[in-house]
């Protein structure tokens, strides 16, 4: 994004799931029926140059599950703040662009909300730190791809149980480390000269260690989360004003809900 | 130059930010250090056990003095441990009662799994004689986990008792005694070291989890090699204390698994003749009748757990005190609506604070279980006061025979009264912890809780206000968690200090004169 332009979004997302993997195996649970979560959203960038951007992003979340009697959750989660850094980017002659970014960023719950009761949980309550490096090519013509990776240093938690049991052994603390996570992401879409865009995406999330929920059991915060899904994304612009919506599905999983996800929003752009 | 700065650059951003989040991802437990008891309680030969008749009723020959023994002590100098078998031995060290407690609280909570339904919507039975397939024999629910810490701890203490008087009668002289240049390497004992405690300890506790964990059996026998081999990596024990120990621990716990065949656990589960409770709660008026909560309905936890043999008191005082504690109330009175309220109050408006305290408490599937949090603050107070081997045994097992009697006169009323979750009577109701599978009147965790801490509080009586502070708090837990009346709790509490009066008793009978 240029210098001195920001850049407000508020959207909201609603993820559903009623077959989630236990490990491997993909299953049901009578006892809980459909789980599904909302999220409010604000979020926003802010051009410091043309070539640094500062993000952040403050979600509110709300959980449950259709048929069991457990209490589901809400509330504010977690605050984000990232720098966008382009340390290159280049023109070809005939207008096409290549360009790359790196993210860094941190983010920290805002308050003590229940973490080890997944998914029913907001968030899993863990401060972190990320970096991530993004490629993309646009066409003249208004063709682009972009790639991007990321990997999130995730700190442990502090759980309101006093041990936990992981890999098979029990820990006496209620300090539970939670696995770092490996996310990327491909991107293939059109952007048109009147402000219409969309693409498909493909996203693998993967933890970089942690075990499986054990049998039929609840999810931990040490458990191994994979997942692959595949999207699509479109967003119209009227002048500064931009609405856009996303869906995704989970196409392949370990220790994850079988998602749905759906996200709408407004994106409203203030040149200073 | 240049380049050099721009390359290392994600590096050193990685390093920042893991500094501002303060990231750590390696968590470590809390070590504990060998142990030297305060007393070695001498005269501990003599303190009346639970199953054994005598303390010499296991024969122990008598031990070598001259030339088998001055051979063994000439191999035990030739030993020099590394690091990693001195690392094992202070960690037995630490205590090997505790160490076998701590074994048997991690296979409960490898174990408390229950059963998933099939595709006929059956739960099925896990399968002794397979015990590794899923679902895992056994299901360590909290009855079984009461149960498993009474066996152990009984064999503890029965097994230590024979070794203290063998100890004393036989009195040979400890290695570093009967060869002064022969250096032990972990703190020593005024005790004879024949035959070797922790060998006892050992054997029995590996015998006893063997018993209850049939598909651990590699990994007990494992364990209990690695805790005799530790003696003699740190000098502290000849081959003949050992082997000593491992025979007497294998005959003791042969004792108490004998006693354990005969205690109706094999009938606790006896789902035939579940119909006849809900009768027999029926005719006594109490038309209310608990159902699972589960989809599909799951089979009742075992129904007949109450008719399982007590360790401090026999079938009449168990009836007396379920006098004592009386019905509960129905629904349509006054004092069961006003209960209703209060959960339905908390459902609604359910604190950060209540939400804690249930699940601190919870101890649910997954986990050591009540009995197992339990055992873990016992053995944190007889570590912290320096309790002989001998003395934490008498601790376990004094709390853990009162904890399993809880567990029993607790099932005992459970299907006595067949009592509804609060979730049945009102469907609106929410929980933050899951709803046990079994009746609610009266509350498990208040009963074992009450139990043990009343034990605790007889033998740390600095300590008293803190556990029954404890116990109150994990009663209470379970109706913030929205999944047990008040009454439950607070009959259950009651019930539990009575019971837990009679294992006191007991203690202060055994001889111990503690």
Known sequence: ??????????????????????????????????????????????????????????????????????????????????????????????????????????????????????????????????????????????????????????????????????????????????????????????????????????????CADGDDIRYNLMPTPTVRMQSTSAGIFAKYNIGNLGIFGNVAHVLAGRNVGRGTAIDLGFSYIIRM | MKSYLKASTPHVLLVAFLLIAGCSTTIDGPETAPQTPATFDESGGTWKTYIIGAADEVPVPAPDTAQAFQAELAALKGVNPDESQMSTARFWAAGGVMRWNEIARELIAAYNTPPKSDAEGKYPFPDPTNPLKEPRFPFANPPYASRTFALLSVAQYDA????????????????????????????????????????????????????????????????????????????????????AGEALGIAIAQKVIDYAKKDGMGGANNQAAFPTLIQDAQSRGFTTIWTSRETPPRPPMLPFFGNVKTWNFGQAEKVAMRTTIGPPPKPGEAAFEKEIQELLDISSNRSREMVRIASYWADGAGSYSPPGHWNRKATDLTYAARYSELRTARTLA???????????????????????????????????????????????????????????????????????????????SRIYGGIHFRADCEKGLQHGTLIGAYAVERGKKDGSGL
């Not at chain 1, 403050?58 to 509330?75: E, I, K, N």
């Not at chain 1, 442990?156 to 936990?164: G, L, N, Q, V």
């Not at chain 2, 709803?435 to 009343?454: C, K, L, M, Q, V």
């Open chain 2, 160 to 243: 230590l008792v024979a070794t203290w008087h063998y100890k004393k009668k036989y009195a040979r002289q400890a290695p570093w005694q009967a060869d002064a240049s022969l250096r032990p390497l972990l703190p020593q004992s005024s005790l004879s070291s024949y035959p070797s405690e922790d060998a006892v300890v050992a054997a029995a506790s590996r015998e006893i989890l063997k018993f209850l964990f049939p598909g651990e059996v590699p990994m007990l026998t494992a364990k209990a090699q690695e805790h005799k081999d530790s003696r003699r990596w740190a000098r502290m024990n000849v081959q003949s204390d050992l082997d």
């Open chain 1, 1 to 206: 994004m240029s210098g001195n332009v920001m850049c407000q979004v508020l959207s909201y997302s609603t993820t559903t799931w009623s077959e989630y993997w236990e490990g491997a195996n993909k299953r049901i649970n009578a006892n809980l029926g459909s789980f599904s979560s909302q999220s409010i959203m604000a979020m926003g960038a802010y051009g410091i140059t043309d070539d640094l951007n500062v993000i952040y992003a403050l979600p509110y979340v709300t959980t449950g599950f259709s048929d069991s009697y457990l209490t589901g959750y809400s509330g504010v989660q977690d605050v984000s703040l990232w720098l966008k850094y382009k340390p290159f980017s280049y023109t070809t002659s005939s207008g096409d662009k290549y360009s790359v970014f790196l993210t860094g960023g941190v983010s920290t719950p805002t308050r003590d909300y229940v973490v080890n009761q997944l998914p029913l949980s907001i968030g899993m309550g863990s401060s972190t730190a990320s970096l991530r490096g993004v490629l993309d090519f646009r066409t003249n013509s208004g063709w682009y791809v972009t790639a991007q990776a990321g990997y999130t240093n995730r700190g442990s938690i502090k759980t309101d149980e006093t041990s936990y049991f992981f890999n098979g052994e029990l820990y006496y603390t209620s300090q539970v480390p939670v696995p770092d996570a490996i996310d990327a992401t491909v991107r293939i879409g059109y952007r048109d000269a009147k402000g219409l865009q969309a693409d498909i995406f493909l996203d693998r999330f993967a």
């Open chain 2, 398 to 476: 004094l709390m853990n025979t009162a904890v399993m009697d809880a567990g029993v006169c607790c099932w005992d009323i459970k299907y006595y009264y067949m009592t509804a979750r609060p979730t049945q009577i009102n469907a609106s109701l929410t929980t933050s912890t899951g709803i046990p599978n079994f009746p609610a009147y009266t509350s498990g965790h208040s009963t074992f809780s009450a139990a043990a801490a009343t034990v605790l509080s007889a033998i740390f009586p600095t300590e008293q206000a803190s556990l029954l502070a404890w116990a109150k708090e994990a009663s209470e």
